[in-house]
């Protein structure tokens, strides 16, 4: 199994990333303010505008160190990515599965099962929980509506119909997120989900986690493999990781949504560490940000039984688990992708 090693964050937008023998050096104004060992690394995602000297990206790639590029909203912009891994044969029969519209439908079909188990799961939690605290007829009322898409899913003919039913039971999950939000329910308020930009902080949050969660699952299917780009559910688009995005959609409730609300819940972040832009977006400060990816860091360290493998992983390894499984199904050695339930 993989070890699960650290990710690097560089926070500060003035930030220079460069080389020093076996180490990354990270420069302000051309002064040193940190040094790390790139050893230690398993990735590195910057938030800077100044960039990262070539050397520093030719030793990331050649040392498998994803190395990432993102705005301070979260937002993907670039990615360094050294030699593909696994043999030709694994691509070409992702490629040829991909392109087959039965066998793409089947394995969207999968990732979607699982998105939507796992979203009624975190309702079906909170009502468990906070039964004293909770509007329960109104929430069972969604996790039944669930149950119903979870059917139509399983039963679907062709792909369009699953977004469809991904769709409409985004729309009813979302509808009550906001009573999942227990506490600083003045600071916190969501009325829905806004993406280009996030629109408050929830919503600021929720965007972040998702992109840090693509990240991953990118370099887990890297890899393990497999070509990030060619998806069965998300459609192929030039610098989109449609597989990424494909295997992200199952850990987004249990893994992203469940920790924004930890957050909030247990007052690790309050609504005084965000700013508005001109555009209407709301951005995580400084400060609030390294709370945020202190306790994802925490997070991903955390263990759960996986339920497929019957063993104890991390949920850090969640991605990579999925990813060999997923590689496993391509290669014909199981006879179907198994999605992640979390329960």
């Known amino acids: ?40 690394l398993e990735s590195i995602v910057c938030m800077s505008y100044v960039g990262a000297s070539p050397a520093l990206m030719g030793k990331c790639a050649k040392n498998n160190i994803g190395l990432s590029f993102v705005k301070p909203t979260g937002q993907f912009m670039a990615r ?32 979607i099962y699982g998105k939507l188990y796992n979203s009624r799961s975190v309702v079906k939690r909170a009502v468990r929980d906070y039964a004293m605290r909770l509007d329960c ?23 369009d119909e ?27 308020i969501f009325e829905g989900r806004t993406r280009r930009p996030p629109l408050d902080a929830v919503n600021a949050m929720l965007s972040f986690s998702y992109a840090l969660l693509e ?34 959609e199952e850990l987004r409730a249990p893994l992203a949504d469940r920790f924004v609300l930890t957050l909030i819940n247990k007052k690790v972040i309050n609504g005084k560490g965000f700013v508005s832009k001109e555009d209407g977006a709301v ?22 039984v996986h339920p497929y493998l019957n063993e104890k992983v991390e949920w850090g390894m969640l991605p990579y688990i999925q990813a060999l499984l997923l590689a496993r199904a391509i290669r014909g050695d199981i006879d179907a992708y198994p999605p992640f339930f979390w329960r």
């Open 215 to 248: 990240n991953m699952c990118c370099s887990a299917l890297e890899l393990v493999g497999l070509d990030p780009y060619a998806g069965f559910m998300h459609t192929d688009r030039p610098g989109r990781h449609s597989l990424a995005l494909d295997l992200m």
């Open 283 to 304: 951005i995580m400060e400084g400060e609030t940000r390294n709370k945020f990816l202190s306790a994802w860091q925490s997070k991903k360290q955390e263990t759960i």
């Open 1 to 40: 199994m993989r070890k699960l090693l650290n990710t690097l964050y560089i926070m500060n937008e003035k930030s220079y990333l460069t080389l020093d023998g076996e180490n990354i050096v990270i420069k302000k104004e051309g002064k040193e303010i940190g040094r790390v060992p790139l050893h230690n």
């Open 80 to 111: 360094i990515s050294g030699p593909s891994y696994g043999n030709i044969l694994l691509r070409k029969q992702q490629y040829r599965l991909s392109d087959d519209q039965a066998c793409a439908r089947n394995y969207a079909r999968n990732f």
């Open 137 to 159: 007829n109104k929430l069972n009322k969604v996790c039944e509506h669930i149950t119903g898409q979870i059917e139509n899913v399983k039963n679907a003919s062709s792909i």
């Open 162 to 188: 699953i977004r469809g039913y991904e769709g409409e039971t985004a729309k009813e999950y979302f509808s009550v997120f906001n009573d999942l939000i227990l506490q600083q329910k003045q600071e916190f």
